[in-house]
């Protein structure tokens, strides 16, 4: 019984996701071109959120330093973009800083294919030697969650100190071209939105693998009991770096993505309020389930931006008090509120039918 309950679930959830992509993929056709760049940020941070779910929803580890891994991929892409746009002459912030030679560890970036690999692998990397350290160690809860915050001022700084080859706090920014082609162009904003698109969809396809398999499974154990986990003979600290580096390598995918709609990158995005921005988008929607990261960035991303708009001055206030709300009164997010109303109607459902079913007419009582 329980098997063709969930077969019709699972179609209904295959057609929605079909549906959603479809949507999607054809918005070119049918959003103004600040739409299109607006919903093309929005899906860059979906990508960011859903590894955030895979640690924190999946897993039980909250990271407040996520916007390093997102800021990593973004200047790995900005990198390869400001030597293309400088062609054979020197960055302009460097010219102004007085080098007179392009730094050795810049020579690679010139590669757009190198500038994606780093973009990936540079995060993961990071996320994979901090966790070493923290998750064999034991270090979790709320000093993992101060070690993250901590790594995120010492990146900021680092980037904000070393003008010279970063740009400082004005970032890096300037360039108009990938591949030889106008970033500008109706044809490369088209094709630079289907690409985020696509890759979100993978993203989502590669994390609901994960967490439907086996590996996923442990995460969940856990997330639920780490030492239980222990006691069956996992290695915890394994599985909790290998989720942190997936997560971190999809921010720094995002982080590149979102560079190229954007066309700048500084150490502010970097910080500590982008970062929990990144939590609150998980939060929102609702944490454990993937598609809630999703629904949660698109829908905090539109917000930000219209409140942004409409209240410069109390903005702010506004999303903390609704991160508040939903802490509060819905710790499952949007997801879990309709998952709480499809489950109460469902019960309703079958206590209709179990009633109908059981009714036996005495005289004018029902028994």
């Known amino acids: 019984m329980l098997s063709s309950i969930r077969k019709p679930r699972s179609l209904w959830l295959l057609i929605g996701y079909v549906a959603a992509s ?6 070119p056709l049918y959003l103004s071109d600040f739409r299109l760049n607006l919903l093309a940020k929005c899906l860059a941070f979906a990508i960011v959120a859903l590894g955030l779910d895979l640690l924190w929803g999946y897993t039980g580890i909250l990271s407040l330093g996520h916007g390093v891994f997102f800021g990593l991929g973004a200047y790995a892409m900005a990198m390869h973009l400001k030597l293309e746009a400088s062609g054979s002459r020197l960055p302009d912030f460097m010219d102004w800083m007085g080098l007179t030679k392009l730094p050795w560890f810049w020579e690679p970036f010139k590669s757009f294919a190198f500038a994606a690999l780093m973009g ?3 995060p993961a990397a990071l996320a994979l030697l901090l966790g070493y350290f923290t998750f064999r160690n034991r270090i979790r809860g709320v000093y993992f969650t101060i070690l993250t915050q901590a790594l995120v001022i010492i990146t900021v ?18 360039y108009t071209k990938l591949m030889g082609y106008s970033l500008k162009s109706d044809t490369a904003k088209t094709m630079v939105y289907l690409a985020t698109v696509v890759a979100l969809i993978i993203a989502f396809i590669v994390c609901r693998y994960l967490v439907k398999s086996r590996f996923g ?27 942190f580096a997936v997560s971190a390598g999809l921010a720094g995918l995002a982080g590149m993505l979102f560079v190229l709609h954007v066309g700048i990158i500084s150490p502010t995005m970097m910080a500590i309020v982008p970062s929990i921005e990144l939590v609150l988008l998980v939060a929102i929607g609702g944490r454990g389930t993937l598609i809630g990261a ?13 409140l942004s708009a409409s209240y410069p001055d109390f903005w702010l206030f ?50």
Request: aromatic share 6%.
């Open 217 to 243: 499974k442990v995460l969940r154990a856990i997330r639920d009991g780490e030492n239980r986990t222990r006691f069956l003979g996992y290695d915890p600290a394994k599985y909790q770096m290998a989720a």
């Open 294 to 306: 999703v629904i949660g960035a698109i829908i905090m991303t539109q917000a930000k931006s219209e």
């Open 22 to 27: 479809g949507l999607l993929l054809s918005a």
């Open 157 to 174: 700084t680092l980037f904000v100190g070393q003008q010279a080859y970063t740009g400082g706090t004005n970032g890096l920014t300037g």
């Open 318 to 367: 506004l999303l903390g008090a609704l991160f508040i709300v939903v802490t509060v009164f819905l710790p499952g997010g949007l997801v879990g509120l309709i998952r709480q109303a499809s489950s109460l109607l469902t019960r309703r459902r079958k206590a209709d039918d179990i009633q109908l079913h059981t009714v036996v007419p005495e005289g004018n009582r029902v028994v």
């Open 120 to 122: 990936i692998v540079i």
